[in-house]
């Protein structure tokens, strides 16, 4: 069975752009939550995301949007890009609505490089 | 505010030692508390969750909770070369999202 596939692995943007990651939960999974990882820091929660509706929101600014689709993939969008968003994107799949750390399963990630 | 602190290290051990990692947590309440492991480059990886009082034992892996002082340890025995990573810890509060620490970079050498 396929993990949590995100998508780009890698990419490169200039400030002030837009940029959209992409994520495929664990097949049957209906939650899927993401999380900001700058380099020398843990994870920060920044959305979730249960049978397509925002169940919780960390604390970034209004830059940072994400959307859950019918098939339960689901977008993080980032606009306006600062230099401070280059990081690790981290996706995160879960049966149910259930977000501890033993029923979330993370994706390989997607690093975010701004310059 | 909910907080998790970690000793950012780098922590070095020789091959074989036991290596004691440390994490304390702000806010009591009803929480659950996990180590990951996370190779550079890597996504974090579960290697244990304790919700009680006490010690819980995996492997060469031991999650120690002392809920009254408010930290939780992870001790690894037996260090291997293959351990060098940075360990996070992370806890839920209720049903609320992980908070994670910033994380203790581990160096076993060989």
């Known amino acids: 069975d396929a993990g949590v596939t995100q998508s780009p692995t890698h990419l490169i943007k200039t400030r002030g752009q837009q940029v959209t990651l992409r994520c495929s939960p664990i097949?049957?999974?209906?939650?899927v939550s993401w999380y900001q990882q700058v380099l020398g820091q843990g994870p920060q929660f920044i959305f979730q995301?249960?049978?397509?509706?925002?169940?919780g929101r960390g604390n970034f600014p209004d830059r940072f949007s994400a959307r859950q689709f019918p098939n339960y993939s689901s977008e993080l969008n980032v606009n306006a890009l600062l230099l401070g968003d280059s990081a690790l994107y981290l996706c995160?799949?879960?049966?149910?609505?259930?977000?501890?750390?033993?029923?979330?399963?993370f994706g390989e990630g997607s690093w975010l490089t701004v310059v | 505010q909910k907080e998790v602190e970690q000793n950012s290290g780098p922590l070095s051990v020789p091959e074989g030692a036991i290596a004691s990692l440390n994490c304390t947590y702000s806010?009591?309440?009803?929480?659950?508390f996990f180590w990951y492991r996370q190779y550079s480059g890597k996504s974090p990886e579960l290697i244990m969750f304790?919700?009680?009082?006490g010690d819980k034992e995996d492997g060469r892996f031991t999650a120690q909770l002392n809920k009254a002082s408010q930290y939780v340890s992870l001790l690894i025995r037996d260090s291997q070369p293959s351990d060098s990573a940075t360990y996070l810890c992370?806890?839920?509060?209720?049903?609320?999202?992980?908070?994670f620490g910033k994380g203790t970079r581990l160096s076993v050498i060989a």
């Open positions: 992370a806890v839920n509060w209720g049903n609320t999202p992980l908070v």
């Open positions: 995301y249960y049978e397509k509706e925002e169940r």
């Open positions: 304790i919700y009680s009082n």
């Open positions: 995160a799949s879960s049966l149910g609505s259930q977000v501890s750390g033993n029923t979330i399963y």
């Open positions: 097949s049957g999974h209906k939650s």
């Open positions: 806010d009591r309440g009803s929480q659950s």
